[in-house]
């Protein structure tokens, strides 16, 4: 069983550009959840894709947007980025939104820095 | 929202136990308590995860009390690998993913 995967590593960026970042998720889930780590603090939910459908957004403006695709693999897009998107973002996988006993399982994470 | 609240920072020896309390008064009927740890610059891991009374694998317990408003992680015999920062969250992940909080975490060093 293969954990969860995220490329790049780490990435760096200017202001104003456009950044795409990828998730695999681990065999056999089939929901992915993005969250956005500034230093110092805890992961803050950016959204959850469920069968290539959103299925429940954090407080982040449009400019952060996703992708499912139908092998369950994930992307997450932000546009015209700013200095405060520099952080760590963190895919995390889960068998199914229905049931309330499982949990998610956390990828290594991309550092994004914007300069 | 369920909201937690737990010591920013704890210390401890190798070889001792370590208890982490989170507090969770508003926590619902169908709501889980899962525990994390998270090392600098990696995602956090899933260490534990219950909804009364007691679990236990094999690297920690959780202690939940019959009103279920607080928890208790213990992590038996620590080691300097055990230095994390430990998180606790509440909530049901699939019917409200987006309403699951993390806190800022008990950040734990354990010393020689």
């Known amino acids: 069983e293969t954990g969860v995967t995220q490329s790049p590593t780490h990435l760096i960026k200017t202001r104003g550009q456009q950044v795409t970042l990828r998730c695999s998720s681990q065999s056999g889930h089939n929901t992915v959840s993005w969250y956005q780590q500034a230093l110092g603090q805890g992961p803050q939910f950016i959204f959850q894709?469920?069968?290539?459908?959103?299925?429940g957004r954090g407080n982040f403006p449009p400019r952060f947007s996703g992708l499912q695709f139908p092998n369950y693999s994930s992307e997450l897009n932000v546009n015209a980025l700013e200095l405060d998107d520099s952080a760590l973002y963190l895919c995390?996988?889960?068998?199914?939104?229905?049931?309330?006993?499982?949990?998610?399982?956390f990828g290594p994470g991309t550092r994004l820095t914007v300069l | 929202l369920a909201k937690t609240t737990q010591p920013i920072s704890m210390d401890s020896y190798e070889g001792q136990e370590v208890n982490i309390t989170c507090s969770h008064n508003n926590i619902a009927t169908n709501d889980y308590i899962t525990w994390y740890q998270q090392f600098p610059s990696q995602g956090p891991r899933f260490i534990i995860q219950?909804?009364?009374t007691k679990v236990t694998n094999e690297v920690a317990s959780l202690f939940i009390p019959a009103d279920r408003k607080s928890s208790t992680l213990s992590l038996p015999r620590v080691s300097l690998s055990d230095t994390a920062v430990y998180y606790c969250l509440v909530g049901d992940w699939y019917s409200s993913a987006s309403k699951i909080i993390f806190g800022s975490g008990t950040r734990l060093s354990i010393r020689p």
């Open positions: 894709y469920y069968r290539e459908e959103e299925n």
């Open positions: 219950g909804y009364k």
């Open positions: 995390a996988s889960s068998f199914d939104p229905g049931g309330s006993t499982d949990t998610q399982y």
